[in-house]
């Protein structure tokens, strides 16, 4: 009889697998790396070397789809260079994603991605952190035509191979998160310090008039 099946991998990915592909009853599992429990498992796998594992970078999402597998983990932001090179600092990315076939047959991805990074603040011109996150529902397509054929509710992703590239589809959704103009949330400069937008009252000023310099000579050669 087959008891507690394990999934062992060498990255931070775990896999939702149904009962009716194990011989077992009709529940299903979730099973993550080498332990079997009825919920969801959110740690990383440890090597022996005392190291988390990443997310992959290149993946299979038709067939992750198709499986409906899940991801969850941190990617190394030292591989995200758009992102790093549009803030002043990026620290932890976090991805919590779900694959799956969806009621009309698409092969999507949903889920969360996150960030901590540091901005520029326009107002001070001080550092400003910022948590970035954004919800992803996205629908995989061959090309972009097939775009005009997907439910509003999805964004496409163009995947015409079998493997993509996870990081940076995580990286474009951080990037539409990151906002148009970044203040602190707090008065950071004194108000004084900037301008109304009154205009000031004009000031008055003596024109020479030059009759009345005549008017000076004539009074002075009547001496």
């Known amino acids: ?18 009962a009716a592909m194990l011989g077992l009853n009709s529940c299903s599992r979730r099973v993550f790396f080498d332990s079997c429990y009825p919920s969801q ?41 758009r992102l790093s090179s ?9 991805v919590n994603l779900r694959f799956g076939i969806s009621e009309s047959k698409h092969r999507v991805v949903t889920g969360l991605v996150a960030a ?8 001070c011109l001080e550092a400003l952190g910022l948590k970035l996150s954004s919800e992803v529902s996205l629908a995989m397509i061959w090309a972009e035509e097939e775009a005009k054929q997907l439910p ?25 998160a990151l906002p148009v103009v970044a203040f602190h949330d707090y008065e950071c400069v ?3 310090l900037f301008a109304t937008g009154e205009k000031s009252p004009p000031v008055e000023t003596k024109q020479n008039n030059p009759f009345r310099v ?6 002075s050669s009547k001496i």
């Open 1 to 18: 009889m087959l008891t507690k099946p394990c999934i062992f991998s060498t990255f931070g990915v775990f896999a939702v697998i149904s």
């Open 41 to 81: 498992y959110h740690a990383a796998l440890i090597s022996a070397s005392g190291y988390s594992a990443m997310i992959p970078r290149l993946i299979e999402p038709r067939k992750f789809a198709q499986q409906g597998l899940s991801v969850s983990g941190s990617l190394p932001v030292q591989e995200l260079d």
């Open 86 to 94: 549009a803030v002043l600092a990026l620290s932890a990315v976090d």
């Open 116 to 123: 901590n990074v540091e901005l520029v603040c326009q107002r």
């Open 152 to 176: 509003t509710i999805y964004e496409p992703w163009v995947v015409a191979a079998d493997q993509a590239d996870l990081y940076e589809i995580v990286e474009e959704e951080l990037l539409l």
């Open 190 to 192: 004194d108000k004084s």
């Open 214 to 219: 005549l008017a000076t000579l004539k009074g």
